[in-house]
């Protein structure tokens, strides 16, 4: 019999993820939650265990033709450590694996592992292990991070209800421009070697894809002023993606005050530079490792003081879908685009 076959971007990354993982179910009784959320939840008893995945690869996630190994060591730790924070959580080990090619030298590679002690240090976790092999062309590292958290007081994608406030740390799409910055300069640098690019005017945005960092500072200040939110994520793949996730967790529908959503001057005007627009680059770049979070209205006043925290809309009912209310006064459908690896 023929076999059929079915290309992978007909079901995307997320449809595929479910689809090959539907007859898993959990049969410990310590898993307390698998699959879809930032990270897995298992019980330990006095305290909870989470544990997140990523897996980078060159030519796909990041080019080292503008990525600093030492930069992608750094960030390569970071982007893990927000899964752990966007639980609620707080990462203490981590597990670094790599697979490289005879093209990596020895000092390249011990400048990775600066970027990765950097991060480490900079958070206060431990590297505790991981594997080393080869691969035929090009680096691959996988960062695996474990983290504690307090019974009751996780915060998962699945607990938004109508009426709570949408909030969102930092400010969004500087990663998404700062990256085209970088594929331009590549393109001028191409065609006229030699070139040096200078993005020290750009320094904000450039940072924002090279540095990013996670969002400890805001963990810290929920625990400080008592508060839990109802759910959360971190931006990876754009607001509009990430937030469509805790919609479809949560069972809710949402709305996004144009005027509310924040955006740098910096990427602000570069975003005009590109001829886009700067709310488009804010919604549906990704990889500006904030905390994208409901809160329940009563804790309003918990929020409203807090630095570098925005109101930027409501949770709905499931039926009113996901809408932008933009300063024009219309509403739309916010539509997730995010980013697509297939
Ligand atoms: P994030 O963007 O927060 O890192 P992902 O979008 O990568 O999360 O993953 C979504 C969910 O699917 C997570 O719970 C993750 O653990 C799970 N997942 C992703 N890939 C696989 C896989 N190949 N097998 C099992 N679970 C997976
Ligand atoms: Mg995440």
Redesign the pocket.
């Known amino acids: 019999m023929e076999q059929h076959r079915t290309e992978i971007n007909t079901l995307g990354?997320?449809g595929l993820?479910e689809h090959?993982?539907k007859d898993f179910g959990l049969r410990q009784p310590s898993s307390l939650r698998?699959?879809?959320?930032?990270?897995?939840v298992i019980d330990n008893g006095d305290h909870l265990t989470v544990v997140?995945?990523?897996l980078l690869v060159e030519g796909i996630h990041f080019d080292l033709m503008y990525f600093p190994l030492k930069h992608l060591g750094y960030k390569a730790i970071v982007v893990n450590l927000s899964?752990i924070y966007?639980m609620n959580a707080h990462p203490k080990q981590v597990t670094v694996s790599i697979a490289i090619s005879s093209r990596f030298s020895v000092e390249a590679l011990e400048e990775l592992y600066d970027g990765i002690k950097l991060a480490c240090d900079q958070y206060g976790v431990d590297l505790v292990g991981g594997d080393t092999t080869s691969s035929l062309k090009g680096l691959i590292i996988s960062v695996t991070a474990i983290g504690q958290g307090e019974k009751g007081k996780l915060a998962y994608r699945s607990g938004a209800k109508p009426g709570d406030l949408l909030c969102v740390t930092g400010d969004l799409g500087g990663a998404y421009l700062g990256l085209q910055i970088l594929e331009r300069e590549k393109q001028v640098y191409l065609s006229t070697p030699g070139i040096q690019p200078d993005l020290e005017e750009q320094k904000y945005l450039v940072e924002r894809i090279l540095k990013p960092e996670a969002r400890k500072d805001m963990i810290e200040l929920f625990e400080k002023n008592r508060l839990v939110p109802t759910a959360m994520?971190?931006v990876?793949?754009g607001v509009s993606s990430d937030l469509m996730h805790i919609c479809k967790a949560s069972g809710v529908g949402a709305i996004i005050e144009e005027a509310g959503v924040p955006i740098h001057e910096e990427a602000k005007m570069m975003a005009l530079k590109f001829q886009m627009d700067p709310l488009t680059a804010a919604l549906n770049g990704g990889e500006d490792y904030e905390l994208l979070f409901t809160i329940d209205p009563k804790d309003i006043e918990k929020v409203r003081l807090l630095p570098d925290l925005y109101i930027m809309g409501e949770i709905t009912e499931a039926s009113e879908g996901v809408k932008m209310h933009s300063t024009g006064g219309k509403i739309h459908d916010l539509v997730a685009q995010g980013w697509k690896h297939f």
Do not use: M, P, Y
């Open positions: 990354e997320f993820i090959l993982t698998g699959i879809g959320d930032d990270a897995a997140s995945t990523d899964d966007a994520i971190d990876s793949d």
